[in-house]
């Protein structure tokens, strides 16, 4: 059923999904909103009860699951937590504005359109080329929720889906729910954020060098692999720029993010083909 839920999740988004209902932040935003004004507040406002209140939703929806016993529900509710948390529709249209942009060769709108996306996705790396960002965009929404699904199932898609919102730009109108919940410390935001993306961002380095340039990548990937402090987006930006080497003169350049997205694109189907080697040997449920 866990392949199931991830093929299904993956085609409906691509096909079907096109409303910010379908977002993750939506969800998330609501969970703020309501531990403002609840108890919860004094929980996420702790240095160290922020870790339980980050691992609340999906500790409640996972219990909720295992007291209903029902593969149905479980794959239905897989399908669509997973859904939710890989869609992504608001930095699709930034995406279309920036093709668009380019395409009728209005290089301020696309530069425009992908620094929208680098703020609002609260990307560290400045010097990221349109293809970095793209790659480290496609790591958060997809990789790295597939990943924490195939772990530890809806727990860990909801937790991460939480975190990776938290690293986000806060809008205005929400600024002050976010100010009484976590307050000036987000420790543990940032901790599990970290640890959260370590692993996967070598594994997904991994698939990255077996379908780009192998020896490139697996070297860049090699200088990363022990390093417990590297930024994660300095490894996933760097390990895919080896494995799909251009030219200084076509970076932040429409043949930039063309190949990095197509870079990403077979890394996921390179994962997902795994996957279902897994599950049909009986190694993976």
Known sequence: MTLISMLLALVIERLAVRSNAWQASRYCRAYV??????????LASHQLGQYLWLAL?????????????????????????????????HYRQLYKQYLNAMERGDEE?????????????????????????????????YATV???????????????????????????????DYAVCLGDDNKAVHCIAHWAHWFPARLFGLGFALV???SRASTTLLSYFLDFTADNEHVV?????????????????LEDSSYMVQ?????????????????LTGWLG
């Open 237 to 253: 930006a760097d390990v895919a720029t080896a494995a799909e080497p251009l030219p200084v003169e076509s970076l932040n350049t």
């Open 109 to 141: 709108a696309a530069f425009l359109a992908m620094q929208q996306i680098r703020t609002d996705m609260g990307s560290q790396r400045e010097q990221s080329s349109y293809g970095q960002l793209l790659v480290w965009l496609n790591f958060r929404y």
């Open 57 to 89: 939703p999906g500790a409640a929806l996972t219990l909720l699951l295992y007291l209903a016993d029902s593969h149905l529900l479980s794959l239905v509710v897989s399908t669509l937590v997973l859904l939710v948390a890989i869609g992504c529709w």
């Open 33 to 42: 909103r309501f531990s403002a004004g609840s108890a919860l507040n004094k």
């Open 146 to 176: 597939v990943f924490w699904f195939l772990l530890l199932g809806v727990f860990g898609v909801i937790t991460y889906a939480l975190v990776r919102h938290l690293q986000e730009t806060v809008a205005d109108d929400d600024a002050a």
């Open 263 to 279: 870079l990403a694109k077979r890394n996921m189907l390179f994962f997902l083909a795994f996957t279902a080697i897994l599950t």
């Open 212 to 214: 780009g340039h192998f």
